[in-house]
């Protein structure tokens, strides 16, 4: 992948600097937060042995990195060169991960009982957001890959294709497997009919700092990004940035606010911000070089007898260039299995089932260790080969729910709870979702069905199915009609 020679940029970081000067001033505030940044002197202070470590840098934002009026507007400043360096009107730094970002985006282009076009592959965070809003989800949904059974991105035709005005659409790309979805042709379809378009690039933030990668340069009019997936941010941190198109910037602010800690983390905010003058500094440069390694670990892996290795001509559609993903039914080996073996080895993979294994690489990745890790998955593979088969579709992508209640509707009403064997035919009051990838399977306001159930089941022998009240599945909570 050819990239254009990265210019210079001169390393500003208002809130790292601000974050600095906070830490170096040694001060002992008279207010919140309780551990007063006291363990930031040394090794000393009642209970350092628990806390010490891991408050030793904690220094918040108001009263800390600025002072509690705002008045050096650091985070202001930050957000401004965070939407001038992806080219977006404006950016809004978030410490709730894009779920945070998720949910203020639906409520800055939804309403109650309106319709919203949403790709069902879509982060358990979607269904959050519509149940504190009340928009009504049209479910939209990606094509297959006819072999893999996984999404392999959301075509501008299923927009087109939709028999009802809806208030905007929302897509993911990348997906969780690394596939992305055209989002010029997603943009240029929303476009056409004078609607928003949200991305949630949660798992792309890196795609913002390759030349025309990115969801905002591509067209898209909100976009949801993790600064702490791929690149450098401190967890749960993450930004939403937007096209001042058809919607004020005010709107989007009311959300983010609504939805925002009044007691956010300056180490958290500044992580954001030095991520992003990073990325500027020497960013694409670094990213060349994850991206030949990555092209590397595929080729090698693409060795091993029966292994499928997810890229653009395997996958038929375009995939994240730092993403790894391997598909092993014909290797005959248990994803699960290499999971848990991975995992003792320190080597965790971001997710594993029966048939696949999906691995986040980053620019904090060395790009030599990269290889020699995608030596050591194919030596692990081989030592768990068995008896090829055919690839199991994974029903999380496969599911079309019918929607009878909108998720508010059927969170607020009343509920009650039966065993999950006389459900079928009953209206779910809560959600169930494999995790990862964090899609749901069922969720408040739809349809209990046998097949539903059926895959809930499946999916739980391989990871953890999370938000539901009962973890043993043996109950499910109904809407009581």
């Not at 940029?9 to 940044?37: C, D, F, I, S, Y």
């Not at 060349?288 to 395997?314: H, K, M, N, Y």
């Not at 260039?321 to 995992?343: F, M, R, S, Y």
């Not at 709870?417 to 459900?423: C, F, G, H, L, T």
């Amino acid at each position: 992948m050819a990239i254009e020679p990265e210019p210079t940029v001169p390393t500003t970081a208002p809130l790292v600097e601000a974050w600095r000067r906070a830490a170096e001033a040694a001060r002992r505030p008279m207010q919140v937060p309780g551990h007063k940044n006291r363990y930031a002197q040394g090794s000393t202070g009642w209970a350092y042995d628990l806390v010490g470590d891991l408050v030793r840098d904690d220094i918040p934002l108001q009263g800390g990195v600025d002072d509690n009026a705002y008045s050096n507007a650091y985070l202001t400043r930050a957000e401004e060169l965070y939407a001038a360096a992806i080219g977006a009107d404006f950016s809004r730094f978030l410490v709730g991960g894009s779920s945070q970002g998720n949910i203020a985006v639906l409520g800055t282009v939804g309403d109650q009982d309106v319709p919203i076009a949403i790709d069902r592959t879509s982060h358990r965070s979607t269904q959050a957001g519509l149940v504190l809003i009340g928009a009504r989800p049209v479910w939209i949904y990606p094509r297959l890959h006819p072999e893999f059974h996984l999404p392999i991105g959301m075509e501008a035709a299923s927009l087109d294709a939709l028999t009802e005005p809806v208030n905007g659409f929302f897509a993911t790309s990348p997906s969780y497997i690394g596939t992305l979805s055209d989002v010029a042709a997603l943009a240029k379809s929303a476009a056409k009919h004078r609607e928003p378009l949200v991305i949630d690039q949660a798992w792309g933030a890196h795609l913002d700092f390759l030349p025309g990668r990115g969801a905002i340069s591509q067209g898209a009019d909100f976009a949801v990004t993790s600064v702490h997936k791929a690149l450098l941010g401190f967890s749960q941190t993450a930004v939403v940035s937007m096209r001042e198109t058809l919607l004020p910037r005010s709107t989007l602010d009311r959300w983010v606010d609504l939805t925002s800690t009044t007691s956010p983390s300056g180490t958290l905010l500044a992580s954001i911000d030095g991520t992003r003058a990073a990325m500027q500094r020497g960013g694409l440069g670094r990213l060349q070089l994850i991206i030949e390694a990555v092209e590397d670990a595929r080729r090698r892996l693409a060795r091993v007898p029966g292994l499928v290795v997810l890229d653009d001509s395997t996958a038929g559609c375009p995939v994240d260039p730092t993403k790894l993903t391997v598909i092993l039914p014909g290797t005959g080996a248990d994803g699960a299995a290499l999971g848990q073996e991975l995992w003792r080895l320190g080597h965790g993979p971001e997710s594993a089932d029966h048939d696949t294994l999906v691995f986040t690489v980053s620019v904090a990745d060395e790009p030599e260790w990269i290889v020699d890790f995608a030596d050591l998955l194919a030596h692990l593979i081989e030592s768990h080969r068995g008896d090829q088969r055919s690839a199991s579709p994974l029903s999380v992508w496969r599911v079309e729910p019918k929607v009878i209640l909108t998720p508010r509707e059927a969170f607020l009403r009343g509920r009650r709870r039966i065993p999950v064997s006389e459900a079928i035919g009953e209206v779910s009051a809560e959600q169930f979702c494999p995790y990862p990838p964090g899609v749901p399977l069922l969720a408040p306001g739809e349809l209990v069905t046998r097949e539903t159930l059926d895959a809930i089941t499946a999916a739980s022998k391989f990871c953890r199915i999370a938000y539901c009240s009962d973890p043993s599945l043996e109950t499910i909570l109904i809407v009581d009609q």
